[in-house]
């Protein structure tokens, strides 16, 4: 069984900065080698915005984040970080966190390449 939580969403002004979490629960012997970072705002698609491939410590990044966010992965305490500065109000969205154990060959920025999703964290950008 495997849960994900998010927390730290909030509402901020633009160019102020926050801190997303993501507590995993899962079985002893399972590792989430694949855990990447969605976002969803109001009548658009979701959005990849920030992966991590734990086996390598790979991370990568949408266009529009890059430079401003950053993915990082506690593995002693099963919890996935986004470090997100210089927030803009494009930014608002839903937070989403999600991940899969092993690799399918799919796009890692592909919202159907997750098995396991948590149920979100808002966060509101105000210029």
């Known amino acids: 069984q495997v849960q994900l939580a998010e927390s730290g969403g909030d509402s901020v002004q633009a160019g102020g900065s926050l801190t997303l979490s993501c507590s995993v629960s899962l079985s002893e012997y399972t590792y989430l080698n694949y855990m990447a970072w969605f976002r969803q705002a109001p009548g658009k698609e979701r959005e990849g915005v920030a992966t991590h491939v734990g086996a390598v410590s790979s991370t990568g990044y949408a266009d529009s984040v890059k430079g401003r966010f950053a993915i990082s992965r506690d593995n002693a305490k099963n919890v996935l970080y986004l470090q997100m500065n210089s927030l803009k109000p494009e930014d608002t969205a839903m937070y989403y966190c999600?991940?899969?154990?092993?690799?399918?060959?799919?796009?890692?920025?592909?919202?159907?390449?997750?098995?396991?999703w948590g149920k979100g964290t808002q966060v509101t950008v105000s210029a």
């Open positions: 999600a991940a899969r154990l092993h690799s399918s060959g799919c796009s890692l920025f592909s919202e159907g390449c997750y098995v396991y």
